[in-house]
């Protein structure tokens, strides 16, 4: 997998490629799973359940309704057209109302929170990114390519 991903990114690597390599290493490339495989008889239980929440997590296609900078956001689910409430608060400004982003919500307790980053998704590839992210398992390297346009 990390030949692949380093293929994908090439010379490119910012903040923003960086926190979507590691969300898709965790999540689609198993990296999390193993944690929790490895360290689960150590985790108190509150933590193991929070970790089984965080198990189907996957990236998905979101509109952006509204922003609240360094709060969180509210997100519009973009095939069922749900409102998620998210608590973000690395949101700034360079997110707008009617903006598309991908995005990886975990539940924690009652509320959502995004960790992985928003990742913007331009006008043009929407209908390739959801296609994508409602693949059945879709590749970290295709996920990494997809989404930063490659």
């Not at 360290?39 to 609240?68: G, Y």
């Amino acid at each position: 997998m990390r030949s692949e991903l380093d293929a994908v990114l090439g010379e490119s690597v910012d903040v923003e490629a960086m926190q979507l390599v590691a969300d898709v290493v965790l999540f689609d490339g198993g990296a999390f799973d193993a944690f929790v495989e490895q360290w689960a008889a150590f985790l108190p239980p509150d933590e193991r359940d929070l970790a089984d929440s965080w198990h189907d997590a996957h990236l998905d296609l979101f509109r952006v309704d509204a922003v609240r900078p360094h709060e969180g956001l509210t997100l519009r689910h973009v095939p069922a057209g749900d409102p998620r409430t998210v608590l973000d608060r690395t949101v700034g400004e360079n997110i707008r109302p009617g903006d598309t982003v991908c995005a990886r919500l975990l539940p924690v307790g009652h509320e959502w929170h995004n960790y992985g980053g928003l990742h913007p998704v331009g006008a043009d590839r929407n209908a390739a990114v959801l296609d994508l992210v409602t693949a059945p398992t879709p590749s970290p390297a295709e996920l990494v390519r997809t989404l930063r346009g490659a």
